[in-house]
């Protein structure tokens, strides 16, 4: 586990997650390692399938069994990165505001989700509350 603290406190240009694709840990490593992503970086968690297999598969020895779904509460990433829009809400950003607060955006593909974060400055952009058609909200 050392090692695994010592990583996060890098500055990584991109971390690829290819560990033990387990969701559950998919979703602790990201949400260990994303700080450790420089500005402007990118962090790419591959083979995210197993967050459709079915209860009880199993992968590497894990049951995938009461394990959270990675891909489930990534779909949330949206509403973090645009909370100018929503008024500020966004559970995620709300919960975990250092792992969550400065992605700047996020991709979905086949197999793989890429998380980008905000470069140097431009995650004061994404908390900007003179939004021009706040009225409208």
């Known amino acids: 586990m050392n090692n695994f603290i010592e990583v ?13 694709h387990w969701p559950q840990h998919q ?25 459709w297999w079915k209860v009880n598969s199993s992968v590497y020895g894990y049951r995938i069994t009461k394990s959270p779904n990675a891909v489930k509460k990534w779909k949330g990433v949206i509403n973090s990165v645009n909370r100018i ?39 004061k952009f994404l908390d900007n509350d003179k939004y021009r058609f706040r009225n409208n909200l």
């Open 8 to 20: 996060s406190s890098g500055n990584f240009d991109i971390i690829i997650d290819d560990g033990s």
């Open 27 to 51: 979703i602790i490593s990201f949400e260990t390692l994303w700080k450790a992503v420089k500005p402007g970086g990118m962090y790419i968690v591959e083979d995210i399938e197993t967050n």
């Open 85 to 123: 829009f929503t008024g500020g809400k966004s559970r995620l950003t709300v919960e975990n505001y250092d792992v969550y607060g400065n992605i700047e955006s996020i991709q979905f593909g086949q197999n793989i989700i890429i998380f980008y974060k905000a470069r140097e400055g431009e995650e």
